[in-house]
């Protein structure tokens, strides 16, 4: 094989001189003077001939594209030509179906030397190893790449695995306390002081805010005779307790106003029933879905006021489908045997004997006592005790029910000055007007909002 053959099948970019232009083809036939191309293109367009012949004359400069050898071109009519990755055709465009690349040199391959000065031939294209000479820029790369393929790879394995690692060595090079400086150095000045004042007893979870901060007290209620304690609701409005001569007072204004028991009674019980059903599981629980589950309610009434709050209690919550259960100690009162005649209707059961209630119950509410009740233990608060179930007071004792330490409490009105046996307090909206409570000398706005009970906590502010 001659030198000259060795670049036949070679892709090639020749530029010519003056207007010819510059050619991208594969070479075919190759001589002294001549340098036949096919898949030939034009200025980056195909040829219109299948093939061309350029003179050595004519040429400027060759640039190698690609040296493997290719198998014989199949001639296609009209010069054109099958491409593997067809490219939209553009409108300018009406010699062959589709767009083609351009093939302008590119930066990392080398420009061969003008083929045909006088007194030269085609054997200066010939290099060691018959591969074609690699410019500078090229070999500067490749060598780069074999340096890095080195360093990453060229390392023995088997060195690498009966090497221990260091845990200690390393350890001892990361400085926890400096970085932990460099951390809270970038914090905000407001953590830095939230941190500073706990110390290290400061400790916050993910939904807590750093920034500690008192709800807005807000005093509307002011009343002449104040208990000694205070609450807050959870908008931040202070609510005075009241003493227990103020709130007698306030009942008698109430009943000289038309505002009576029947009034009041019918929406004590309807909060004691709004509480109830929350606290009994609400919709998740009161579903007919759900009826092998429907829960049973205890109410244990004493013969007063309280007591019949308890029983017109017990009558709503008969009314949602809750299982009530009424135990009296005594019917005597007017008050009790009114609002008891109207609970028999609802056919649900009531008990007088302590040993015919269930041993198992899903909520006690009690109404056992008054505030000028007497302080004894009596044989159901004792059941009540050591029962299982949460416990709800219905206007109870402010220094709590003997016997029965309650989870939660439900007053009317201001609330008295109660103490931790009562629990949680719930404050119910008897929808009393303003002039009642300047009657007895009590300047008032309503806390309640859009609720129609409220929580309150001790202020502790």
């Known amino acids: 094989m001659s030198v000259s053959d060795r670049f036949v099948g070679s892709t090639v970019s020749i530029k010519c001189?003056?207007?010819?232009?510059?050619?991208?083809?594969?070479?075919?036939?190759?001589?002294?003077?001549?340098?036949?191309?096919?898949?030939?293109?034009?200025?980056g367009k195909p040829y219109s001939s299948p093939t061309v012949r350029l003179r050595a004359k004519d040429i400027s400069n060759v640039y190698i594209i690609n040296t493997e050898y290719s198998a014989p071109v199949?001639?296609?009519?009209?010069?054109?030509?099958?491409?593997?990755?067809?490219?939209?055709?553009?409108?300018?465009?009406?010699?062959?179906?589709?767009?083609?690349?351009?093939?302008?040199?590119?930066p990392v391959l080398p420009s061969v030397k003008k083929l045909l000065p006088e007194g030269k031939d085609w054997t200066d294209l010939?290099?060691?190893?018959?591969?074609?000479?690699?410019?500078?820029?090229?070999?500067?790369?490749?060598?780069?790449?074999s340096e890095r393929d080195e360093q990453a790879f060229g390392t023995p394995i088997d060195q690498s695995l009966h090497q221990d690692f260091d845990f200690e060595k390393n350890l001892a090079l990361f400085n926890k306390e400096a970085v932990w400086q460099e951390i809270n150095s970038k914090k905000p000045d407001v953590v830095q002081q939230s941190q500073n004042k706990g110390g290290n007893k400061a400790r916050y979870r993910h939904d807590e805010n750093v920034i500690e901060s008192e709800p807005l007290a807000?005093?509307?209620?002011?009343?002449?005779?104040?208990?000694?304690?205070?609450?807050?609701?959870d908008d931040g409005l202070i609510i005075p307790s009241v003493t227990l001569d103020l709130q007698r007072q306030l009942i008698g204004a109430a009943d000289r106003l038309g505002i009576s028991w029947e009034r009041r009674v019918e929406l004590l019980g309807r909060a004691g029933t709004e509480i109830t059903l929350q606290l009994l599981g609400g919709a998740h629980r009161l579903s007919p879905n759900n009826a092998h589950q429907w829960p049973t309610v205890v109410v244990l009434c004493g013969p007063h006021r309280s007591g019949a709050a308890g029983i017109n209690c017990a009558r709503q919550l008969s009314s949602h489908g809750v299982k009530t259960i009424i135990y009296v100690e005594s019917s005597e009162d007017v008050f009790v045997l009114q609002e008891l005649s109207l609970y028999r209707l609802t056919g649900h059961k009531v008990e007088t004997e302590v040993k015919k209630l269930p041993a198992a119950t899903d909520l006690i509410i009690v109404a056992l006592c008054e505030e000028r009740s007497p302080?004894?233990?009596?044989?159901?608060?004792?059941?009540?005790?050591?029962?299982?179930?949460?416990?709800?007071?219905?206007?109870p004792p402010s220094n709590g029910t003997p016997g029965i330490v309650c989870k939660y409490s439900l007053v009317s009105g201001l609330p008295l000055s109660h103490c931790h046996d009562n629990g949680r307090l719930y404050l119910c909206n008897l929808a009393l007007p303003n002039k009642l409570f300047s009657e007895v000398g009590i300047t008032y706005r309503s806390p309640f909002g859009p609720k129609f009970v409220i929580p309150l906590h001790p202020n502790s502010s």
Do not use: H
Not at 17 to 43: C, H, K, M, P
Not at 126 to 145: A, E, F, H
Not at 379 to 391: E, F, G, I, L, Q
């Open 17 to 43: 001189i003056d207007d010819l232009g510059s050619y991208q083809g594969e070479i075919i036939a190759l001589t002294d003077e001549l340098v036949t191309l096919t898949r030939v293109f034009w200025n």
């Open 74 to 106: 199949r001639q296609e009519p009209q010069g054109k030509y099958t491409i593997k990755r067809p490219i939209a055709k553009k409108v300018s465009t009406t010699i062959s179906e589709y767009a083609v690349p351009i093939f302008e040199p590119p």
């Open 126 to 145: 010939t290099v060691p190893n018959g591969k074609p000479v690699l410019s500078r820029r090229d070999g500067t790369l490749r060598r780069r790449m």
């Open 218 to 233: 807000l005093r509307q209620i002011v009343v002449p005779n104040a208990g000694p304690k205070e609450y807050v609701t």
């Open 375 to 395: 302080k004894c233990v009596t044989p159901v608060a004792k059941w009540a005790s050591n029962n299982r179930a949460s416990v709800l007071a219905i206007e």
